[in-house]
C-alpha cells in the first residue's frame, strides 16, 4: 500500500471497516439517514435514484457451491485526499461553483446545499457513486417532520448530498470542548452514527494522524487496503480484510497481473 | 405581405408557404418547451438520468452541439485572420449556424442543471480549478461575440438598412470585424478545449482521464482541433441542406471546396494526434490504474470495440482522406458523405466522452450502466432544432445572408422560391 504525505499538525477524520466483522445488517445505513435526515420514497426499490449515503454492498468471490464466499462492504463517501493529500479530490476540483470543498483542518470533503445548483460534475467525477442528487423534493411520513435532527439541513430537489463524516457532530464536540476551556476534542466526543450504530463493532472513526486513535494503528494492519488506490484518489477509508480475494476486490488489475 | 422586408430583388416563398413551414417547426419547438416547463417545474426526475448517469443526453448535446458550432470560428478565423477571401460568402451563415448552436446549448444547460435559478453561481463563486467554470465563462462570452457577428447582417435587412443610423453602424461594425472574429478564435480555443478538459480531467474515470500539458488534458487540445476540423462541415452540409430545401445553388463551388480542402486536412491531422492519443492510452495510462482496453469495450450491451473503429477508422480517416483528395471533394456524393461522417464523428466522440464514461464501472463489485432517454429528454434535445430551423427560415427570407445567390439565381428574381 502506498504512504500518503500529510501535515502532521492537521487532523485527517477517516474510517476503518473490518470486512471480517461486518454481518452486512444495514444498522449504519439506518443510523446514517436517521442523523442526516436523509429523504426516501414510498419504493426505494430503485437503488439508482434513491439516497443512500452509507450503502452496503454485497461482494461474491464468484466461486460455486461449496466454494462460494459472501462479503458485505459499506460504502460511504471516502474523503479522497487526491494526489500529496492537497484536497485535490476528483469532486472537488471540478466543481464549478465551488459548493462541494475539501477542508483541510479535519480532512473531511463537504457539500454546501445551498450553493449546489445541481450540475452533477461532483458525480461523474466520483469512481466510488458516493454522491446522491434530490430527483425529487423529500416528502416525509405525516408526522416524521417531528423526528427530523435539527443539526442537520434538509436538501431541496436538485441538488447533490452525500456522508459528511457526520460533520455536525464535530462542530458539537468543538463548541462543548470551547465551552468547558479545551483546546481539542477527545477520540469518543465525535463519533459518525454508523460507527456508533455498527453492532458487530465493525467500523471505528477516528484521526488517522493521531497515534492516540484506533484507526491510527489499525490502518497500519497489513490487511488494511483502500478502494481504487491505483486512481490516486487517495481515499480515507480504509477496509480490513483477511481474505485475499476481497482485498483484490478493492481495486482493478491486469489479467496477467498477480 | 411581407415582400417589403424581404432583401434585395430576392424573391421567397409566399406568406402562407412560409408560415406553413414555420408552424411545422413552431409545433415541435412547442412540444420541446412543454418538456422544458416540466423539467423546470417538476424536477429531474422527469428524465431517466440516475445517479450513475448525472451525465446524459443533455450533456452530449451541448457538447455535440457546440463543436458543430465550431466552424463558425473557424471560417472565421479562416476568413478575418488568415485572410481567406472566399469564404466571405459563407461566413454569414456559419456565424448564424454558430449562433445557434451556441445559444442551444446554452437552453439545454438551463435545463439540465438542478436549480436553474441558481446559475448565476457559476459566475458568482466560481472554481477556477474547474473546466466547467472556464467553459461557463468562455461560452457566455463567446455568444456574446456571435450575437455581435451576427447583428451587422440583421443589420442588411432591406428596411433596416434604409434608416442611415443603422446603415452606418452596420457598415462600421463589418470593417472591424477582424477584431471579433479573433477575439471569438480566442474565446472559442478556451472553450472548445475546456469541454474537452471536463472529462480528460477525471482521474477517477480512467475511461475518460488522460495526461497533458501543465493543467491541460489531451482532450483539451483534441476538442478544439475537432472542433474546427468538423464544425466547417457541419457548415457545409447544412448549406447543402439549405440549397435542396429552397430549390437554389446559394454557395458557389469553389468557396464549398475550398473549406472541405481546409476541413479535409484539419481532419486528417486531427485524426492523427487522436491514433497517437488513444495509442498512448491504451499503452500507458490505462494500464497504470489497472484497467485493459477491452475492460471497456466488451461485458456490456452496446459499447463494443466497433464504436472505437467507427468514430477513427469509418468517421475520421475515411472522410479526411475524401475531402483531402480533389476528386473526392469535388464529387457531390463524395463531399456530402464526407460531411455527414465527419459531423457524425465529432458526434460519437462527444458521445463516448460522456455516455460511456458514466456506463462503465470503475469499481470492481459494480456492473455496466445503460440508459434511455426520456421522452422529455429526446423533446427538449430536438428543441434546438426546430429552433435552428426557424432562426435561418427567418434569417433566409428576411437577410442577404448569401451574397452569390443573386448571381448563382438569376432567373429566380422576381420569380422564384
Known sequence: MKEEKSDKSAKKFGMVIDLDKCTGCGSCMVACMAENNVPFKEDESKKLVSITWMRVYRLTNGKSFPDTEICYLPKPCQHCGGKGEHGHSPCVSVCPATATDYNKETGIVSQIYTRCFGCRYCMAACPYHARYFNWWDPVWPKGMEEYLSPNVSVRMRGVVEKCSFCFHRYQLAKDKAYYEGRSDIGENEYQTACAQACPAGAITFGDLNDSGHAVYELKKNKNAFRLLERLQTNPKIYYLSSRQWIRRAGDNYLKNEK | ?417
Open chain 2, 1 to 417: 405581405m411581407d415582400s417589403k422586408i424581404i432583401s434585395g430583388e430576392l424573391k421567397r416563398c409566399s406568406t402562407w408557404q412560409f408560415a406553413l413551414w414555420i408552424s411545422a417547426a413552431g409545433a415541435v419547438l412547442l412540444w420541446g418547451v412543454y418538456a422544458m416547463l416540466l423539467c423546470w417545474f417538476k424536477g429531474l426526475n422527469q428524465t431517466n438520468m440516475n445517479d450513475s448517469y448525472g451525465f446524459a443526453l443533455w450533456i452530449w448535446a451541448d457538447l455535440a452541439i457546440i463543436a458543430l458550432g465550431g466552424g463558425a470560428f473557424f471560417t472565421g478565423f479562416l476568413r478575418y485572420i488568415i485572410g481567406k477571401d472566399e469564404l466571405k460568402n459563407i461566413v454569414n451563415y456559419a456565424v448564424i449556424i454558430g449562433f445557434i448552436c451556441y445559444s442551444s446549448a446554452l437552453i439545454i444547460l438551463g435545463i439540465d442543471v438542478g436549480q436553474p435559478i441558481r446559475g448565476w453561481f457559476i459566475f458568482w463563486h466560481a472554481n477556477v480549478h474547474s473546466m466547467l467554470t472556464e467553459v461557463a465563462f468562455c461560452l457566455t462570452c463567446y455568444l456574446f461575440v456571435l450575437i455581435i457577428e451576427y447583428i451587422p447582417i440583421i443589420l442588411e435587412n432591406r428596411r433596416i438598412d434604409n434608416i442611415p443610423f443603422f446603415h452606418n453602424l452596420g457598415h462600421n461594425m463589418h470593417s472591424i470585424m477582424a477584431v471579433f472574429a479573433a477575439t471569438g478564435v480566442f474565446l472559442s480555443f478556451f472553450h472548445q478545449g475546456s469541454l474537452g478538459g471536463v472529462s480528460g480531467v477525471l482521474f477517477g474515470r480512467p475511461f475518460a482521464y488522460r495526461e497533458g500539458v501543465l493543467i491541460w488534458p489531451w482532450t483539451f487540445f483534441l476538442f478544439t482541433w475537432s472542433a474546427a476540423a468538423c464544425g466547417p462541415c457541419f457548415t457545409i452540409l447544412i448549406t447543402k441542406i439549405t440549397e435542396k430545401i429552397t430549390g437554389k445553388r446559394l454557395v458557389k463551388d469553389n468557396v464549398i471546396e475550398l473549406l472541405a480542402k481546409i476541413s479535409g486536412w484539419m481532419i486528417g491531422t486531427y485524426i492523427i494526434a487522436k491514433i497517437i492519443d488513444t495509442v498512448y492510452w491504451i499503452k500507458v495510462t490505462l494500464p497504470a490504474t489497472g484497467f485493459g482496453l477491452m475492460d471497456f469495450y466488451s461485458n456490456n450491451p452496446f459499447y463494443g470495440i466497433w464504436i472505437l473503429v467507427l468514430e477513427i477508422v469509418i468517421c475520421g480517416i475515411l472522410p479526411a482522406l475524401i475531402l483531402i483528395s480533389e476528386k473526392g471533394r469535388k464529387n457531390r456524393y463524395g463531399l456530402i458523405i464526407a460531411a455527414i461522417l465527419a459531423v457524425l464523428g465529432v458526434c460519437i466522440n462527444r458521445w463516448v466522452l460522456v455516455l460511456q464514461v458514466m456506463a462503465a464501472p470503475v469499481l470492481t463489485f459494480e456492473t455496466w450502466q445503460m440508459y434511455f432517454p426520456s421522452w422529455q429528454e429526446i423533446a427538449t434535445t430536438i428543441l434546438p432544432l426546430a429552433y435552428g430551423i426557424i432562426i435561418i427560415s427567418f434569417s433566409y427570407r428576411y437577410l442577404p445572408v448569401f451574397p452569390q445567390e443573386k448571381e448563382l439565381n438569376p432567373w429566380t428574381i422576381n420569380g422564384g422560391k
